[in-house]
């Protein structure tokens, strides 16, 4: 009988096939054949995955909870794994911060484009009321720089106008501006079908997941078993989905390339240009993300797991791993998350069922990278020099926003905004990493959803429930 080839090289081969077929799209000028006749099928995709993902974490986190045999376990488990995700964000987070002060990136700019960006920002600074100048430079009054104020008043005016982050910062004052407890009022859902039908609010999925999932555990079995019954078939029923979903993944990985690319730039030399006014940027963050997946989670394994070869657990979770590249979506990724974890891994379905969806919501360490090299970065770039204390409040409030970062794609640039705002910088500066930000996300969602794995695998170690076959 001839032998398939693996998932995970099959989704690779539709990943090169994918940036190979756009560059020849774009150098010929397909674009809008790919654009109308390919990339919907990558939406396709995405649609099928999200729409799995709110029933399968609903249904999958009561699952878990009601079959845990002591409700003190829940606690432990619980405890151990927003401990577990709050270590590894502060740590990204960290590791962020370090790469983008020793490598800085922003200094590779041309000297003199950095100091008519400084300009603009001083001037950003008299415009806005309630922020300040971070440091003790003023380059406005220097007579040198005079010709430089006209362009830079002109460039704010076009940023004001700018209706793609007019609408982010209207999103990202929505967050700032409600209450210190308003975090837990969004999580309590007023209408579970509404936040079950919306998928955008999976925090209250998940509220309502475990207080269902832990009521039933303090009601008599025989009455809660034909409730757990339909759980477990319809949770058997959305796993069985996901399977047949994926033997077409391959397909769907290389209209989704082909449709990412193809909407970034009209020309090869368009495209070029974009990635080479970023390039110290993007390299930072990449290397940096490379550290956090290549290093950071393989040596958690191999220090608490032990068992688990550094070349094993890659090869085990490279399908979630392809497609969270593919998809820049933790959520959308979450139902093959959870397989390769149950399935490859070991990890049992409990700790599975409760960890994965979680961290799926909640931990989101590419993205926490992310805003500390980003933030670094834009105020290398404009001649700004941040103290440790400014430093140390982007990780904070970088650790806090990644907690309730959607799982979706480019939901860290609003982020980005509470971020740059809690330093006094400014959040129109987005605008700079807008071109290759949608690569990058792809890039840091393989690292949130390889955080999320390197977690559920310790945890069920821990607990005793990890059933590892070497082979």
């Keep these: 009988m001839k032998k398939r080839i693996p998932l995970h090289w099959r989704i690779i081969m539709g990943l090169v096939a994918g940036i190979a077929y756009s560059l020849v799209s774009i150098h010929w000028g397909w674009n809008q054949f790919t654009l109308n006749w390919i990339d919907p099928f990558g939406a396709i995709f995405i649609r099928l995955l999200k729409f799995i993902a709110v029933p399968l974490v609903l249904f999958s ?9 002591d409700p003190s376990k829940l606690g432990r488990l619980g405890a151990k794994t927003l401990a577990a995700y709050l270590l590894t964000t502060v740590t990204a987070v960290s590791t962020g911060l370090l790469l983008a002060n020793v490598l800085q990136p922003g200094k590779y700019i041309a000297e003199e484009q950095r100091i008519k960006n400084r300009i603009k920002y001083e001037i950003w600074v008299q415009q806005t009321p309630g922020v300040s100048i971070l440091d ?17 008043l002109q460039q704010l005016q076009q940023e004001a106008g700018n209706e793609t982050i007019e609408k982010r910062l209207k999103a990202a ?59 477990d078939g319809a949770n058997a029923v959305f796993l069985k989905m996901v399977e047949w979903i994926m033997e077409a993944a391959p397909f769907f990985v290389f209209a989704l390339m082909a449709g990412v690319l193809a909407k970034m730039a009209n020309t ?104 500390a090299v980003a933030v670094v970065f834009l105020a290398q770039l404009h001649l700004v020099n941040l103290t440790l204390t400014q430093q140390l409040t982007i990780v904070l409030t970088a650790t806090l926003a990644s907690i309730g970062s959607a799982a979706v794609p480019s939901a860290g640039l609003i982020m980005m905004i509470i ?24 890039c840091r969602t393989v690292a949130n959803v390889t955080g999320d794995m390197a977690v559920a695998t310790i945890i069920a170690h821990s607990e005793g429930e990890l059933d590892y076959q070497p082979n």
């Design 419 to 442: 971020v740059l705002q809690s330093v006094g910088l400014n959040p129109a500066w987005i605008a700079i990493i807008f071109p290759v930000d949608r690569i990058l996300d792809m």
């Design 136 to 152: 003790a430079q003023n380059f406005s009054k220097d007579p040198r720089y005079a010709a430089y104020a006209g362009e830079a």
């Design 173 to 231: 004052e929505a967050v700032t501006s409600s209450g210190p407890l308003q975090f837990f009022v969004d999580i309590v859902p007023d209408n579970i079908f509404a936040a079950l039908s919306d998928g955008k609010n999976m925090l209250q999925v998940i509220f309502f997941a475990l207080f269902f999932g832990i009521v039933t555990m303090f009601l008599p079995r025989d009455l809660v078993k034909p409730v757990l019954d339909v759980v």
């Design 268 to 371: 090869l030399d368009e495209a070029l240009e974009i990635f080479k006014s970023l390039l110290s940027y993007s390299l930072v963050l990449v290397f940096g993300l490379f550290v956090l997946v290549a290093v950071f989670y393989p040596t958690l394994i191999l220090v608490f797991v032990r068992r688990i070869s550094y070349g094993a657990f890659f090869r085990r979770i490279s399908p979630a791993q392809f497609l969270a590249f593919s998809t820049s979506s933790s959520a959308a990724t979450l139902p093959v998350t959870m397989e390769c974890v149950h399935d490859n891994l070991g990890v049992s379905k409990t700790v599975t069922n409760f960890v994965l969806p979680i961290g799926a919501t909640v931990n989101m360490d590419g993205t926490s990278l992310y805003q």
């Design 61 to 69: 986190i009561i699952s878990g909870i009601a079959t845990l045999p």
